[in-house]
């Protein structure tokens, strides 16, 4: 009997990183993942979804109300994968997740599944070390959810600082980790 390939949601955020998520979808669809991408609608002023659906060889989601599913996207999407990142995550899914929020499918598959969920925060420092967004990243790692990074780094505003996000080796190399 053939083993089930693995299989991993990217959920791609709002924010100038967002094009280093298309190296982190190449890799992983080049190791033999199969990779289906959630776009929020603010990732797309950044990276367009046919670059994501190039990269991965799947359509890309981002519709909460697509009907042309069986059943939910929110559903659909997590019922057969292994492993959710969030990558580049901004302030806002942060919020979102810590506060139950489900508003969009992003925020509505990463709260219907029950499969790790790995997120990579990039954001400018001063949001970073915002205490409410601190607080946040606190009651999510409390409740199983895995943070990788941020690093120091230059970020969009021109400034160095910590919230730049993890390089993409560092980001590999745990999601490959939890995979074997």
């Known amino acids: 009997m053939a ?18 998520a298309v190296e982190v979808v190449n890799h992983l669809t080049k190791t033999g993942i199969n990779v289906r991408v959630i776009m929020t609608d603010k ?19 981002g519709d909460l109300f697509d009907i042309s599913q069986d059943s939910p996207p929110h559903i659909s999407l997590v019922k ?3 492993l959710i990142l969030i ?13 139950g929020i489900a508003d969009d499918l992003l925020s509505s598959a990463i709260l219907a ?30 409740l199983g959810y895995r943070f990788i990074g941020p690093r120091w780094g230059r970020l ?4 160095e600082g910590k919230g730049h996000l993890a390089g993409v080796e560092v980001i590999l190399k745990e999601v490959k980790k939890i995979l074997k």
């Open 3 to 20: 083993m089930k390939k693995k299989e991993i949601i990217v959920g791609v955020c709002g924010s100038i990183a967002a094009y280093k």
């Open 43 to 61: 990732a797309t002023r950044f990276v367009g979804p046919l670059t994501f659906q190039t990269m991965s060889g799947n359509p890309v989601a």
């Open 80 to 82: 057969s994968a292994d």
């Open 87 to 99: 990558c580049p995550a901004t302030a806002n899914i942060i919020g979102k997740l810590a506060g």
């Open 113 to 142: 599944s029950k499969i790790k969920v790995f997120i990579c925060p990039a954001m400018n420092e001063r949001m970073y070390n915002n205490k409410i967004v601190q607080s946040n990243i606190g009651k999510l790692k409390a």
């Open 156 to 159: 969009a505003c021109g400034y």
